[in-house]
């Protein structure tokens, strides 16, 4: 198994943060490379927003 074949496997998500049926019909309109950096853009944000919420958890912001 290739290495990002493990992560995607492995990686587990909280509700919330997962890709709605609406935003893969989105992406998959973008064309095949189009949506791939699009993926990764949506993933990044999504990371962000989990980020920004926990420190506020924390009281860090």
Not at 1 to 17: A, F, L, P, Q, V
Not at 39 to 54: L, S, V
């Given at each position: 198994?290739?290495?990002?074949?493990?992560?995607?496997?492995?990686?587990?998500?909280?509700?919330?943060?997962d890709?709605?049926?609406?935003?893969?019909?989105?992406?998959?309109?973008?064309g095949?490379?189009?949506?791939?950096?699009?993926?990764?853009?949506?993933?990044?944000?999504?990371?962000?927003?989990?980020?920004?919420?926990?420190?506020?958890?924390?009281?860090m912001i």
């Open positions: 198994m290739r290495n990002i074949e493990k992560i995607i496997e492995e990686t587990k998500i909280k509700t919330g943060y890709m709605k049926i609406d935003e893969i019909f989105t992406l998959k309109e973008k095949t490379y189009e949506s791939i950096y699009s993926a990764f853009i949506y993933g990044y944000a999504q990371g962000m927003k989990t980020i920004k919420t926990e420190m506020k958890q924390r009281g």
